[in-house]
């Protein structure tokens, strides 16, 4: 018997879609229903690989992993990652097809619709309960002609509908009123409840809003999640600001560059939870003050983000800061930024064949057309310390005569390999690599930080009792299920799906 699907949409961006879904999963899953995550197609350069080899959105890793079930491409199976503001490379069933333009795009949606039934199908059957995540408003009326991911997804899985909106933005009742007033009558049939995300403050006084705004639209507002700080669930696409920052305490303070096109800045969240530890993002090389450590992350441009680099000063305040004892890190486009030179002779990135690199590691990138993306198990070279991770990158890295690498690598995908990623220069003061994942692993994590903290004289963080970031992420998701099962009327739910 195919699984029941269960959808949810917002009457806007950024509501709390991805960490609802990822919630609703958890809670079914602790139910014993074999349970699996769902978007048709998302927009994010935070990605993550499969063990099959094919790139699909973090988000939806993360869902995976509240659903306790293994991420496959089926539960994304179309992945737009924007190159520039109009352009975006096009992943279906986790492998890249093209580059399109917004128009082009709008033309070959046509031809997809079959790859995201081809999933649904998939899921369905082989799982108890699909929770689908939308995208944006369904209320989009502007793209409403040309939607795959709210209503024809409703539609394609016969799902009913839950529309969360955001409170702590305000306007919560117009978003909630407006968004049915846009709304076709057989969409507005599909809406079976409404969730009200991230309220701060008494609900008694929220109360004679709900009723009036249930008269208006003729649905039950099913429930009110407050506002949580004290756990975190990775975010979607962008960089936000914790609140629990504000006030922690600084012993080290890390810099991480925040390229034009970032991508997996997920990376660092283990750093942000680490005791003593605060990460800023800036921009501009003026505000880089004087950190323990930069960072150089992702990028879905690499040779047209080092060109910006160049331009900005960044090379110069990055090459003065690691002279007066500073810490440079690169992570995948980052790490091929630090070395001498990356050349693309076949401009399967950009239109620039060659640019010099940083400079701070002995090494040289190639850019080939094939793009590497797997999940990686290996160890750190000289001290054995086991790391996983993820692989997504062009190009290959040569280090020069003299230059160590950083990992040994063990395996890829389903393939025993023996071979090395990374370098690290002989003052350990700068390294790279291409794992995404890296500082997940406690035992590197806390090695790199303390190393910062003797710097500075600090005394070293004890490694026992500290948790690896899957753990991190697990009593996460525990403590999400537990407030929102707490905060929604889950006999309502369960009557839609079960």
């Not at 994010?44 to 973090?58: D, P």
């Not at 949606?109 to 059957?125: G, Q, W």
């Not at 040309?146 to 539609?155: G, K, P, R, S």
């Amino acid at each position: 018997m195919a699984g029941r699907a269960l959808m949810i949409q917002g009457t806007g961006s950024d509501v709390g879609k991805s960490v609802l879904t990822a919630a609703l999963c958890r809670i079914f899953v602790r139910q014993g229903y074999r349970v699996a995550p769902f978007k048709a197609q998302n927009m994010a350069l935070n990605s993550f690989v499969t063990l099959e080899g094919g790139e699909i959105g973090r988000a939806q890793a993360v869902q995976a992993a509240a659903a306790r079930a293994e991420p496959s491409v089926h539960m994304n199976p179309i992945l737009m990652k924007p190159r520039e503001d109009t352009s975006a490379q096009i992943m279906v069933h986790g492998k890249p097809v093209g580059n399109y333009s917004a128009i082009e795009y709008i033309e070959l949606k046509k031809s997809l619709v079959p790859k995201i039934k081809e999933s649904l199908d998939f899921l369905k059957n082989n799982y108890d309960i699909v929770i689908i995540e939308g995208a944006g408003s369904p209320a989009e009326i502007n793209l409403r002609e040309h939607d795959l991911v709210n209503m024809t997804t409703a539609l394609e899985a016969k799902s009913p509908v839950l529309l969360v909106a955001d409170i702590d933005r305000g306007g919560v009742f117009a978003s909630i009123v407006g968004t049915f007033a846009l709304l076709e009558e057989y969409e507005r049939d599909m809406i079976k409840g409404v969730i009200i995300n991230r309220f701060r403050g008494q609900l008694e006084r929220l109360k004679p809003g709900l009723e009036e705004v249930e008269g208006m639209i003729k649905r039950p507002i099913i429930g009110v999640i407050p506002y949580y700080t004290d756990f975190h669930i990775p975010e979607e696409d962008r960089y936000l600001p914790r609140e629990k920052q504000k006030n922690k305490k600084k012993d080290i303070e890390i810099a991480v560059v925040y390229l034009q096109h970032i991508s997996n800045f997920t990376d660092f969240d283990p750093l942000e939870e680490t005791e003593g530890v605060v990460l800023k993002y800036i921009t501009d090389p003026g505000e880089l003050g004087n950190p323990d450590a930069v960072i150089i992350p992702g990028s879905k441009n690499t040779i047209e983000d080092l060109d910006s680099l160049w331009k900005q000063g960044w090379v110069d305040r990055l090459i003065s800061f690691y002279r007066s004892g500073g810490t440079v890190v690169g992570i995948c486009g980052g790490y091929q930024m630090l070395g001498r030179k990356i050349t693309d002779p076949g401009a399967a990135e950009s239109s620039i064949n060659a640019i010099k690199g940083i400079g701070l590691l002995e090494a040289a990138t190639e850019f080939y057309n094939d793009k590497i993306t797997c999940q990686a198990w290996g160890e750190i070279k000289g001290t054995g310390e086991k790391v996983i991770g993820y692989e997504i990158h062009m190009g290959k890295t040569r280090l020069m005569e003299g230059i160590e690498p950083l990992l040994v690598i063990h395996r890829r995908g389903n393939h025993e390999v023996l071979d090395y990623d990374g370098a690290v220069s002989k003052d350990g003061r700068v390294f790279g690599t291409y794992l995404h994942g890296i500082f997940d692993q406690v035992s590197f994590r806390l090695r790199f930080v303390n190393q910062l903290r003797n710097n500075k004289g600090l005394p070293p963080l004890d490694i026992k009792g500290q948790m690896n970031q899957f753990e991190v992420w697990e009593r996460s998701y525990e403590m999400l299920a537990d407030l929102v099962s707490s905060s929604l009327d889950m006999k309502f739910i369960e009557k839609l799906v079960c």
